[in-house]
Protein backbone atom coordinates (compact mmCIF):
# COMPACT_ATOMS: atom_id res chain seq x y z
CA UNK A 1 0.00 0.00 0.00
CA UNK A 2 1.78 3.19 -0.87
CA UNK A 3 1.61 6.24 1.16
CA UNK A 4 1.89 9.46 1.43
CA UNK A 5 3.81 11.10 4.95
CA UNK A 6 3.48 15.08 5.93
CA UNK A 7 6.09 15.60 8.69
CA UNK A 8 6.14 19.37 9.81
CA UNK A 9 9.55 20.05 11.10
CA UNK A 10 11.54 23.49 10.99
CA UNK A 11 13.90 23.78 8.22
CA UNK A 12 16.80 26.27 9.29
CA UNK A 13 19.70 25.38 7.76
CA UNK A 14 21.37 23.38 5.00
CA UNK A 15 22.70 21.24 7.91
CA UNK A 16 19.35 20.58 9.10
CA UNK A 17 17.47 20.02 5.10
CA UNK A 18 20.37 16.73 5.19
CA UNK A 19 20.12 15.30 8.20
CA UNK A 20 16.38 15.14 7.81
CA UNK A 21 16.75 13.79 4.03
CA UNK A 22 19.45 11.21 5.27
CA UNK A 23 17.30 9.90 7.99
CA UNK A 24 14.47 9.62 5.74
CA UNK A 25 15.77 8.05 2.73
CA UNK A 26 16.99 5.19 5.42
CA UNK A 27 13.73 4.26 6.31
CA UNK A 28 12.38 1.13 5.29
CA UNK A 29 10.07 1.71 1.98
CA UNK A 30 10.40 4.68 1.58
CA UNK A 31 10.82 5.89 -2.43
CA UNK A 32 10.81 9.50 -2.59
CA UNK A 33 11.65 12.50 -0.15
CA UNK A 34 11.02 16.14 -0.85
CA UNK A 35 10.05 19.12 1.16
CA UNK A 36 7.45 21.85 1.50
CA UNK A 37 7.38 25.43 2.36
CA UNK A 38 4.13 26.60 2.10
CA UNK A 39 3.85 28.59 4.89
CA UNK A 40 4.90 25.78 6.78
CA UNK A 41 8.23 23.81 6.60
CA UNK A 42 7.15 20.41 5.99
CA UNK A 43 8.82 17.21 4.42
CA UNK A 44 6.87 14.69 2.09
CA UNK A 45 7.48 10.96 2.51
CA UNK A 46 6.41 9.01 -0.54
CA UNK A 47 6.55 4.84 0.08
CA UNK A 48 5.57 1.73 0.78
CA UNK A 49 4.53 0.64 4.48
CA UNK A 50 6.32 3.46 5.89
CA UNK A 51 6.20 3.64 9.56
CA UNK A 52 5.28 7.08 10.04
CA UNK A 53 5.89 7.17 13.52
CA UNK A 54 9.26 5.72 13.79
CA UNK A 55 10.26 7.99 11.11
CA UNK A 56 9.09 10.92 12.94
CA UNK A 57 10.44 9.53 16.10
CA UNK A 58 14.20 9.38 14.33
CA UNK A 59 13.64 12.97 13.29
CA UNK A 60 12.87 14.07 17.03
CA UNK A 61 15.95 12.09 18.56
CA UNK A 62 18.63 13.37 15.38
CA UNK A 63 17.01 16.57 14.47
CA UNK A 64 15.00 18.62 16.70
CA UNK A 65 12.22 18.03 19.23
CA UNK A 66 9.83 20.27 16.72
CA UNK A 67 8.92 17.02 14.76
CA UNK A 68 4.68 16.88 14.11
CA UNK A 69 3.50 14.00 12.22
CA UNK A 70 0.76 15.68 10.36
CA UNK A 71 -1.23 13.11 7.75
CA UNK A 72 -0.30 9.55 6.39
CA UNK A 73 -2.80 9.22 3.62
CA UNK A 74 -3.06 6.61 0.74
CA UNK A 75 -1.23 7.87 -2.51
CA UNK A 76 -2.72 7.36 -6.07
Known amino acids: MR ?8 LHSAKYKRKILTICTIAD ?5 SFEREGK ?5 KGEDVD ?3 VTECLREKVTKHARL ?4 MDD
Request: no cysteine.
Open 29 to 33: GVTSV
Open 3 to 10: QKIVIEIP
Open 70 to 73: VTVA
Open 52 to 54: AAR
Open 41 to 45: DRVVI
